[in-house]
Protein backbone atom coordinates (compact mmCIF):
# COMPACT_ATOMS: atom_id res chain seq x y z
CA UNK A 1 0.00 0.00 0.00
CA UNK A 2 1.41 3.60 -0.53
CA UNK A 3 2.73 5.42 2.18
CA UNK A 4 0.29 8.94 2.76
CA UNK A 5 3.31 11.36 2.06
CA UNK A 6 1.95 15.05 2.33
CA UNK A 7 2.34 15.87 -1.04
CA UNK A 8 -0.28 12.47 -1.38
CA UNK A 9 -2.14 13.98 0.74
CA UNK A 10 -2.65 16.99 -1.04
CA UNK A 11 -2.74 15.20 -4.59
CA UNK A 12 -5.82 13.33 -3.13
CA UNK A 13 -7.68 16.85 -1.84
CA UNK A 14 -7.12 18.61 -5.04
CA UNK A 15 -8.57 15.88 -6.67
CA UNK A 16 -11.43 15.64 -4.61
CA UNK A 17 -11.75 19.80 -5.16
CA UNK A 18 -11.91 19.19 -8.59
CA UNK A 19 -14.57 16.11 -8.79
CA UNK A 20 -16.76 18.06 -6.44
CA UNK A 21 -16.70 21.01 -8.34
CA UNK A 22 -17.38 19.18 -11.97
CA UNK A 23 -19.90 17.85 -10.34
CA UNK A 24 -21.35 21.15 -8.96
CA UNK A 25 -21.21 22.65 -11.96
CA UNK A 26 -23.02 19.77 -13.90
CA UNK A 27 -25.43 19.10 -11.77
CA UNK A 28 -26.47 23.07 -10.40
CA UNK A 29 -27.63 26.20 -12.31
CA UNK A 30 -25.04 27.85 -11.09
CA UNK A 31 -23.31 29.07 -14.50
CA UNK A 32 -19.40 29.40 -15.18
CA UNK A 33 -19.51 32.61 -15.46
CA UNK A 34 -21.42 36.02 -14.55
CA UNK A 35 -20.80 39.97 -14.62
CA UNK A 36 -20.06 40.45 -11.06
CA UNK A 37 -17.93 37.88 -10.87
CA UNK A 38 -16.43 37.15 -13.97
CA UNK A 39 -14.70 33.27 -14.18
CA UNK A 40 -14.52 32.95 -10.22
CA UNK A 41 -17.17 29.71 -10.15
CA UNK A 42 -15.37 27.82 -12.99
CA UNK A 43 -12.18 29.38 -11.52
CA UNK A 44 -12.45 28.38 -7.68
CA UNK A 45 -14.25 25.07 -8.68
CA UNK A 46 -12.23 23.88 -11.40
CA UNK A 47 -9.25 25.89 -12.70
CA UNK A 48 -7.80 26.27 -9.01
CA UNK A 49 -7.29 22.95 -8.40
CA UNK A 50 -6.20 21.74 -11.58
CA UNK A 51 -3.32 24.07 -11.38
CA UNK A 52 -2.54 22.36 -7.96
CA UNK A 53 -2.34 19.26 -9.69
CA UNK A 54 -0.14 20.53 -12.27
CA UNK A 55 2.03 22.24 -9.27
CA UNK A 56 2.87 18.52 -8.00
CA UNK A 57 3.15 16.92 -11.12
CA UNK A 58 4.08 19.78 -14.29
CA UNK A 59 3.61 16.67 -16.91
CA UNK A 60 0.26 15.20 -15.66
CA UNK A 61 -1.31 17.26 -18.18
CA UNK A 62 0.57 15.54 -21.01
CA UNK A 63 0.31 12.05 -19.39
CA UNK A 64 -3.51 12.57 -19.95
CA UNK A 65 -3.41 13.50 -23.69
CA UNK A 66 -1.01 10.63 -24.68
CA UNK A 67 -3.55 7.97 -22.37
CA UNK A 68 -6.43 9.07 -24.24
CA UNK A 69 -4.64 8.53 -27.52
CA UNK A 70 -3.24 5.20 -26.81
CA UNK A 71 -6.47 3.42 -26.30
Do not use: D, K, Q
Amino acid sequence: MHEMTPRRTVALIALAWLAGGMLLLLLTPLSGRSEALGWSATFWLLLAPMSVLVALRPRLPVELLLGLFRR
